[in-house]
């Protein structure tokens, strides 16, 4: 059994395994795929002393720096189950995972992050990295001076815009619906915007390019005629999925999905913490989960000192 189990190999779970593992208590981290979303990233260049570098790279230095101290790495785990600590004699928090096995645990940290939700078009997964994007805090300035499109107009598409207008040379927001969804002062912030160009009631049909992004069609849900949007970016910006759904019931989740977590990262479940994009902290960020990821494992480490017996 440990004394910290960490489910999700990410920069939360990576940074929560060091500071646990250096508290000299038994630790293990069950991932299905360590590294976690910075795998699928091109370029890191907002992680703080790292002036830039590659994704892949970085999930590479993540799991060397947690194999220097003595914690258990069992790769390739999906966990599909948490059964908290009953108490009655039962002073263990389990974590099935799907491949069978159980993992007992006197404290666990949840960091199993998030997924952007994908447009499914043609072009959004061949495009990927090479125009298409999801994160506008990481990738704007690589589209500096450039013709961008966000796809949604909820607070995050049209937050993303204005942001984005700030830095890139044109934005066109188009929205599925007949109006925005974002907050109102959003709304008015963007209209006041003059590289922004708004449409409504369009469908996002097709992201063309040839090495890179060119262009994107819509459909005019009004005449239902086909238009196509020279340009060098598309930022879809249409949801961020928690990988919280094997929790529900269990753990209390936020109504989009999100593990609720106080200042220490503890959930509603004594002795269970969480970290980084599953959670319901505000940005989704490598430097915030990493920082997270290390709070929560010196509030599991405070948990524990505080509830085991001597
Ligand atoms: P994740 O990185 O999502 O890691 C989750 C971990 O949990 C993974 O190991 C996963 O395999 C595992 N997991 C999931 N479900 C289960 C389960 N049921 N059982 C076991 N394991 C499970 N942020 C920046 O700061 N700068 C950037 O430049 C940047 N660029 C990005 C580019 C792209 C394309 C994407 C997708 C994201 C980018 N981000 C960037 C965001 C950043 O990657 C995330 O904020 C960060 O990775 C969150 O870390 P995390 O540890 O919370 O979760």
Known sequence: PFDVLIVGGGPAGAA?????ARKGIRTGVASERFGGQVLDTLGIENFISIKETEGPKFAHALEEHVRNYDVDIMNLQRAKALIPNTGAGKD??????ESGATLKSKSVIISTGARWRNINVPGEQAFKNKGVAYCPHCDGPLFKGKRVAVIGGGNSGVEAAIDLAGIVGHVTLIEFDTALRADA?????????????VFTNAQTTEITGDQKVNGLVYKDRTSGELKTVPLEGVFIQIGLVPNTDWLQGVVELSKHGEIIVDARGQTSVPGVFAAGDATTVPFKQIIIAAGDGAKAALGAFDHLIRSTAP
């Open 16 to 20: 929560a395994a060091v500071y646990a």
């Open 92 to 97: 263990m928090i389990e974590i099935q995972l």
């Open 185 to 197: 002062v959003l709304q008015r912030k963007l209209m006041s915007l003059k590289n922004v160009e």
